[in-house]
């Protein structure tokens, strides 16, 4: 990545292979520095749930659009019967309780397509967790995360557009918002995908103050890039 390429992506939030926040924004949100010194996160399923508990316990309302990898290696099994896409599918269910009344939630998935066609579909809108819609809707919500299928590529620097351009559209006043990209490879095996280049194009060269949107990458296992 070049200099220019890191800092753009910085701008929005999102961190670069040896970077991280600056340290005003980790005091900001009244943590130590000490506790981002880990240069890559290998625990998904800890990752969310610890992300909707630092939130909860500060009472930070948040809108939190998720942007899920549903490529081919997310179905690999990390134990007889369990898949990867499922650890942290059930870690994501099980963080909807821990953000503090007044949230929005939602869920993206992004994969390739049997002709490697990126393919990136809405399964969860983004909702606030107190309206009626949310509640009625959940456990259908719930459902359908336990059955996501996975396949084909990964159409990374896409899906981030996409999730990024999906929340600027539902953007949610009053609240912190966020789109939380989970993935556990690199960009690959698809066609007619945004490039990285294509990506830093599109992203605004300036935070849009009336509607700031932090960009947050997990990383799931060694070969996330």
Known sequence: QSSRGEAAIGRLGLRTEGSGPEPAQVTALGLDESALAADQTTNAAASVTAVAGMFAALDVRTSNLAVLDISGSMGNEISPGVRLVDVVTQAAVASWDAWPPGSATG???????????????????????????????????????????????????????????????????????????????????????????????????????????????????????
């Open 107 to 225: 869920l993206m998935t992004f994969h390739a397509d049997a002709n490697a066609k990126p393919t990136i579909n809405t399964v969860i809108p983004l909702t606030i967790n107190t309206t009626e819609e949310w509640v009625s809707a959940r456990p259908q919500y719930e459902a359908s995360l336990g059955a996501i299928t996975t396949g084909g590529g990964t159409p990374l620097y896409q899906a981030i557009w996409e999730g990024y351009s999906y929340n600027k559209d539902n953007y949610k006043e009053g609240l912190a918002n966020r789109v939380i990209v989970l993935t556990d490879g690199k960009d690959e095996d698809t066609y007619g995908a945004m490039s990285q280049a294509d990506l830093l194009s599109q992203l605004p060269s300036t935070p849009d103050a009336s509607q700031p949107i932090s960009i947050i990458l997990i990383a799931i296992g060694p070969d996330a890039d």
